[in-house]
């Protein structure tokens, strides 16, 4: 049994950051930088081509001290090394959280409940890798006959954002020859507008669910059943059609598709946490094995920096305390992700399932409620877009917002100066958050007395910049470990399960009490609430009307 540690707000650590805040929350950033010249080399990292520049937060070589301090009194090294021991650190769901063993070298050793999970990693890989070839290379052809040249991966939540920002972020290395299209939403018009134009003898979907029985996941693929089988006409069609990712086998037969045909992978692999098991055989298919393989190594080598690093040059660490920082300290509420690279635009929404729904919990390990301030929202956009909208309100609001910035140095579209105007904003960005300008500055502009405080930028707004050199595969697993591996680190610091979600499963029991009541043809005896039996009427009697 470990020693029993105190609640995080009784903890030393704790009381002695909470009285360097009140030293520090009123120093700006302008002081900080000029009482230190080489403040932008000192706190800044580098692991495996990623650059952290961490210069522009409101810290000093003090608060580093003492938040790492935090992270030692918090057992943040053991717990890293339970995670890689294969220990059940996800303890409510009574799971290991082993998604680096998913990329972890083949000859590697991770252990799971006493065996080596590394071959059967690597044994899925290469059946995938088989797949996709087969398929990229038309010899795996459609029931007529005629080659496979749409996928369509139908999946939610944790089976569908990490495939959908792959396969954009990836988009540049896949083969344009197959159109890839997802489906999450149980609105038709998602499934509607995926297949829209498509012909079924040319069409592949790939169910990924690692239950097999999510209600909107299963509803599309009934649906997507339909939709091949009454034009293909032939109920064999479907081994030419479908394909399943799932740790589920017997759904998976009860559904029709061959054991074959299903791609597996193990319950200590978190929805949130899967893009690269066979969740990903959409991105696979989209950009190959080789590239797959080159992101899962760069996922490899974070997970190693992670693993192996002092945490005060630990990368993940660095991040995960700079937003309890912020989160628990300065009491903000949200973070700003912005990626100035239009390939990355669906990153800040699977960084939300990532951190959010990791991370948005109200009770410790032990059950016990908080008294702190557990996971931040976050939000976020490619710049420059977000510059010319919501941008203000982080200069000039009232809302401390953090930021994260991510760079690259080369463009994967090189086009006349539009990367160094792209990179010369995301500078700007960092500069005038931090910086912002005084009256006097406004003033010397020779702007009118009256205008001077709508034109004043106070500054002191934090911010991180990533900078790498390009987008690739490989960069892209870096990137994901490294959130990955922030989020953890904050989950150690709270003292929560960061790999459960009973969150979102009161409404899913509810829904499925509600769809019989808004279908039954005789008029349902209602025991929700009045504004729930009020909702309910309103729906039949419309659709009554209207059929
Ligand atoms: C992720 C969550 C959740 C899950 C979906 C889909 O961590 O558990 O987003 O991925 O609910 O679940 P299935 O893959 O089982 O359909």
């Not at 050199?469 to 990137?479: E, I, N, V």
């Not at 960061?498 to 979102?504: H, I, K, L, N, R």
Request: with cysteine; aromatic share 10%.
């Amino acid at each position: 049994m470990e020693a029993k540690v105190a609640p995080l707000r009784q903890r030393s650590a704790w009381k002695a950051l909470e009285e360097h805040y009140q030293k520090l929350r009123n120093v700006h950033l302008s002081t900080l930088f000029s009482e230190d010249p080489r403040r932008g080399e000192r706190f800044a990292a580098e692991a495996a081509g990623l650059y952290l520049d961490y210069s522009k937060h409101r810290i000093t070589g003090e608060t580093m001290r003492l938040l790492l301090g935090l992270a030692e009194e918090a057992g943040l090294r053991a717990r890293i090394g339970a995670m890689f021991a294969g220990e059940q650190i996800n303890v409510t769901e009574r799971r290991a959280v082993l998604h680096v063993a998913l990329r972890a070298p083949r000859g590697a050793s991770i252990m799971a409940g006493g065996k080596n999970v590394v071959p059967e990693v690597h044994a899925v890989l290469d059946r995938m890798a088989d797949f996709a070839r087969r398929l990229r290379g038309g010899a795996w052809t459609g029931h007529t006959g005629k080659r496979i040249r749409n996928v369509i991966n139908v999946g939610i939540g944790g089976s569908d954002l990490g495939p959908v920002m792959a396969y954009e972020a990836l988009r540049h290395y896949s083969d344009r020859n197959l159109t890839v299209r997802f489906v999450s939403n149980v609105d038709g018009t998602d499934f509607a507008e995926a297949t829209h134009g498509l012909d079924p003898a040319e069409t592949l979907f790939i169910i990924c669910s690692k239950t097999f029985t999510t209600l909107e996941t299963m509803t599309n693929a009934q649906s997507a059943r339909k939709w091949s089988l009454e034009a293909l006409g032939d109920e064999r069609a479907v081994a030419k059609h479908f394909v399943a990712v799932s740790t589920n086998a017997a759904e998976v037969a009860k559904f029709g598709i061959d054991s074959q045909n299903m791609f597996g992978f193990w319950d200590w692999v978190g929805g949130r946490y899967s893009m690269d098991s066979a969740i990903g055989l959409s991105t696979m298919i989209a950009v190959g094995p080789e590239h797959f393989r080159a992101m899962l190594d760069g996922f490899h080598a974070i997970d190693e920096h992670f693993r192996t690093t002092p945490l005060e040059r630990n990368l993940p660490v660095i991040m995960g305390m700079l937003a309890i920082w912020y989160n628990d300290f300065f009491g903000a509420q949200t973070v700003g992700v912005f990626p100035y690279e239009q390939y990355l635009k669906r990153f800040p929404a699977y960084l939300q399932q990532l951190t959010m729904e990791s991370n948005g919990k109200h009770v410790t390990l032990d059950g016990a409620a908080v008294d702190y301030q557990t996971g931040p929202i976050f939000w976020g956009e490619p710049g420059t877009n977000g510059q010319h909208s919501f941008y203000q309100l982080i200069h000039q609001g009232t809302k401390l917002i953090p930021c994260d910035f991510i760079a690259f140095c080369q463009a994967l579209n090189p086009l006349g100066r539009h990367h160094d105007m792209l990179i010369a904003n995301v500078i700007a960005q960092g500069e005038a958050l931090a910086f912002g300008k005084t009256a006097e500055q406004v003033k010397a502009e020779g702007t009118p007395d009256w205008l001077v405080p709508h034109r004043v930028f106070e500054g002191n707004r934090p911010s991180t910049t990533i900078l790498a050199g390009q987008l690739t595969p490989a960069t892209l697993g870096k990137l994901v470990a490294l959130y990955e591996h922030s989020v953890f680190t904050q989950g150690a610091i709270w003292g929560i399960d960061s790999f459960d979600q009973w969150g979102v499963e009161l409404g899913k029991v509810l829904a499925q009490r509600i769809i019989p009541e808004l279908e039954s043809p005789a008029e349902p005896q209602l025991k929700h609430d009045s504004s729930t039996n009020g909702l309910i009427r309103r729906y039949r009697e419309h659709r009554k009307k209207t059929g």
